[in-house]
């Protein structure tokens, strides 16, 4: 199993080479109407990844939002739960601390085989950690890396000196050389929904968004930016 732990333990320039099938095959891109409650996300994305790994089903990139919720990874520290009645609180099956999914953040799974890529699971991390960055750079947010912090980070010198938040999650699992799970990205979330956990484990750094930073778009135009971005690293996608 990797996560986000994985990123915290490296810090290397993101891989701009992308993660292609040689045989250009391409993935469902899939974008799911309404919020899906976790429960359903956690079955449909273990299902096609099975399906995945058996040959019966092709790769995918699913794209949700959930209804207002807490995840708990294997890390989890149950002090880091601060308001444990708030929001419904799921175990996650990867790796990680607490983090919040809502409604107004992008959750995109990606079902990968990467027995048909590069078994890499180093590559892999480092191309989502590129895939955000890209994807954010297309509305003039410059998305970075921190050492020892999971995720992607803004600056905030609007904030004080130092100052940082995270603007995306990444965390992933491989079972059999396929991939699920995947990242998150705050478009405009409500993030007093934050307040309820330590988000991963990060006390000293803040949350934000797409509309906290006054860059103002619709879950639809970040889905072309991510498309657009996924595409340049992973290869070709078809909507389904």
Wanted: net charge negative.
């Amino acid at each position: 199993m990797v996560s986000e732990t994985l990123t915290a333990d490296r810090f290397e320039p993101v891989a701009a080479e992308g993660l292609r099938r040689a045989d250009g095959q391409p993935a469902d891109w899939i974008i799911a109407p309404g919020l899906v409650d976790y429960p359903t996300a956690l079955q449909t994305m273990r299902a096609r990844a099975a399906a995945i790994a058996e040959g019966s089903a092709g790769e995918a990139v699913w794209l949700v939002e959930h209804p207002p919720l807490y995840t708990a990874g294997t890390s989890a520290v149950a002090s880091d739960l601060l308001l444990p009645d708030r929001f419904p609180v799921y175990e996650a099956g990867r790796g990680g601390q607490y983090t919040y999914h809502g409604p107004g953040q992008r959750v995109a799974y990606v079902m990968l085989d990467l027995r048909q890529r590069q078994r890499d699971i180093r590559a892999l991390v480092q191309n989502l950690e590129g895939w955000v960055i890209d994807t954010l750079a297309a509305f003039n947010i410059e998305g970075e890396l921190r050492d020892g912090r999971i995720g992607v980070w803004v600056k905030r010198a609007d904030k004080g000196f130092g100052r940082e938040d995270k603007i995306a999650a990444i965390g992933v699992r491989v079972s059999r050389w396929v991939t699920f799970h995947g990242i998150s990205i705050n478009v405009a979330p409500d993030l007093a929904d934050y307040d309820g956990i330590v988000p991963c484990g990060i006390s000293d750094q803040g949350v934000t968004s797409f509309e906290d930073l006054g860059q103002l778009a619709s879950m639809a135009e970040v889905d072309i930016a991510l498309r657009a971005a996924f595409e340049t690293r992973f290869g070709p996608t078809a909507s389904r």
